[in-house]
Every structure is written in C-alpha cells, then in structure tokens.
C-alpha cells in the first residue's frame, strides 16, 4: 500500500513536472507575438486618433500617477503635429482607459476608450461614435458634462442613465489637456 502511493505521487509529480514545463515553452514561443500585437493594436488607436501624425515617439518621463503614457506624433519632416495622451480616469464599474489625440495647435483630434468594466448598455455606450465623437474637433480647453440641452462649443452631452462614467471620460480627457497646457505645449 505504501509502495502505491509513493508510485502514484511520483506518477502525479512527473505528469506536474511535464506539464509546467509545455505551458512555461507555450508562454515563451507566444509571449513576444502577444507583446507585438499589443504595439501593433496600440500603434493604431495612436493613429486612429491623431491621424496627421506619421509616426509616434514615446516621451520618457513620469507625468503622474493617472498618466499611463505620452506619445509625441511627428509628420514626414519629423515635425511635432500633436500628442497622443493615455491615463485613467474612474468610473461607475472601474477604472476606464482613455487616450486623447490633441493636435499641436490646440484642437481634440479624437479620443479612444480602452479597457473598462461599465455597465452593458449605459456606461459601455461610452465607446459608441454618438458619445465619444462628441470631442472632435473641440478646443483644449477644460469641457463640462451637461444633461439634455443643446451644448455649447465646451460642453459634452452625457450619455442617458450613465452620467458618471461620462464625467469620468471627460475628466480623463481634461487631464489630457491640462497636462497638453501645461507641459507639452511650450
């Protein structure tokens, strides 16, 4: 009886061994193609929303805790044309991640949302062209949610029944224009 379970340990142990060692080989075959379409997906998302730009050139600096990252995009002539701004903002369900594209003179080129966990059918309808299409073109100035009326050139129309996450996409993309103001346009 003892030899048995000493046999089926070891049996159990080798099996362990063998199938870590797959997944560990799996893992690093796929990690480095994952890595690339991640850069890929968010290479796209830069240019969905700051489509002047040629190419991007990240600036390495802290900017605060909500900034995740900075992207400087750059014409043919290697001409700064805008910035690319991702940070995170809370919402009803969680964190939201938004990048705002601002142009070098001062207008929201566009604004794209990542990952977010807002509620199916209010908060999720964040990403629907009807909202967030609501911040081209606007100047990179401080913009305000406002509820049923007609807004004004500063103002954004908030989505029914999910005000709180349309304040926080509009308070993430208010710290992308602060930070534009205050660091990157000089």
Request: net charge negative.
């Amino acid at each position: 009886m003892k030899n048995e379970v000493i046999k089926f340990g070891l049996i159990l142990f080798i099996i362990t061994a063998v199938s870590t060692g797959i997944v560990s080989t799996i893992y690093g075959i796929t990690q480095p193609i994952i890595e690339t379409q991640k850069i890929e997906k968010d290479n796209k998302a830069r240019q969905e929303i700051l489509s002047v730009a040629k190419s991007f050139e990240k600036i390495e600096k802290e900017f605060g805790e909500d900034i995740v990252e900075v992207y400087k995009g750059v014409d043919a002539d290697n001409k700064t044309v805008g910035y690319t701004i991702k940070n995170i903002s809370k919402g009803y369900g969680g964190d939201i991640e938004i990048t705002t594209g601002i142009t070098a003179d001062g207008k929201i080129s566009g604004v794209s949302l990542g990952s977010m966990s807002e509620t199916p059918g209010l908060g999720a309808k964040s990403k629907d062209p009807a909202f967030i299409d609501q911040y081209n073109d606007k100047e990179a100035k401080e913009l305000k949610v406002i509820k049923n009326a007609v807004p004004k050139d500063n103002e954004i129309v908030a989505i029914a029944g999910a005000t709180i996450t349309s304040n926080a996409v509009t308070k993430g993309v208010n710290q992308s224009i602060e930070l534009f103001e205050n660091e990157l346009n000089k």
